[in-house]
T-cell receptor, first 115, second 117 residues
Framework: GAGVSQTPSNKVTEKGKYVELRCDPISGHTALYWYRQSLGQGPEFLIYFQGTGAADDSGLPNDRFFAVRPEGSVSTLKIQRTERGDSAVYLC?????????????FGEGSRLTVL | GENVEQHPSTLSVQEGDSAVIKCTYSDSASNYFPWYKQELGKRPQLIIDIRSNVGEKKDQRIAVTLNKTAKHFSLHITETQPEDSAVYFCAASEGLDSGGGADGLTFGKGTHLIIQP
């Protein structure tokens, strides 16, 4: 596709449920990032993939959050036992340049609401 | 880890005037400093970036300056236009020289720029 695609665009779930958010990066982009953006805040780094491996997962808030990228393309962010504080827009970005040293191309985000 | 502070949180300027947004960072190893523009309900998009081997970079009405000694960098927009209204985010990373450090960009909290007609 022409840009980074994220699904779903909106997800409403109940506290305690499991959620999966999908990101389809720009073809050929090795680097893939997940960020979380709360209202009125800047994007908060969660995890960075270089190819299939998580090169840096230091931003994941706790062990309820997990992300995979099994074939080095599509990535899935998984949140277990969701809490109301998990409500935010989850942004995925991809880049041709690894290491956070080049332009990030963001998707439109997945807005998660935990009731 | 890296900490990026951004000021002001809101900036209102008359159309045609200049706007300046300032950021400071804490990690002296950071060497890549991009600026992103986010319109309401849209995705962030890169507008300009600078690397630590230069002190200033310009692109038409937009310029960024970097002072590595003081660990601060600024965005300058001249001749502001209504379409410049948006939230602007600065960011910093160690880039390709992370050497095992964090590889993600650390963003500031954003500046809501309002262009008054």
């Amino acid at each position: 596709g022409a840009g980074v695609s994220q699904t779903p665009s909106n997800k409403v779930t109940e506290k305690g449920k499991y959620v999966e958010l999908r990101c389809d990066p720009i073809s050929g982009h090795t680097a893939l990032y997940w960020y979380r953006q709360s209202l009125g805040q800047g994007p908060e780094f969660l995890i960075y993939f270089q190819g299939t491996g998580a090169a840096d997962d230091s931003g994941l808030p706790n062990d309820r959050f997990f992300a995979v990228r099994p074939e080095g393309s599509v990535s899935t962010l998984k949140i277990q036992r969701t809490e109301r504080g998990d409500s935010a827009v989850y942004l995925c970005a991809s880049s041709l340049i690894t290491g956070g040293a080049g332009e990030l191309f963001f998707g439109e985000g997945s807005r998660l609401t935990v009731l | 880890g890296e900490n990026v502070e951004q000021h002001p949180s809101t900036l209102s300027v008359q159309e045609g005037d200049s706007a300046v947004i300032k950021c400071t960072y804490s990690d002296s190893a950071s060497n890549y400093f991009p600026w992103y523009k986010q319109e309401l309900g849209k995705r962030p998009q890169l507008i300009i970036d600078i690397r630590s081997n230069v002190g200033e970079k310009k692109d038409q009405r937009i310029a960024v300056t970097l002072n590595k000694t003081a660990k601060h960098f600024s965005l300058h927009i001249t001749e502001t236009q209504p379409e410049d209204s948006a939230v602007y985010f600065c960011a910093a990373s160690e880039g390709l020289d992370s050497g095992g450090g964090a590889d993600g960009l650390t963003f500031g909290k954003g500046t809501h720029l309002i262009i008054q007609p």
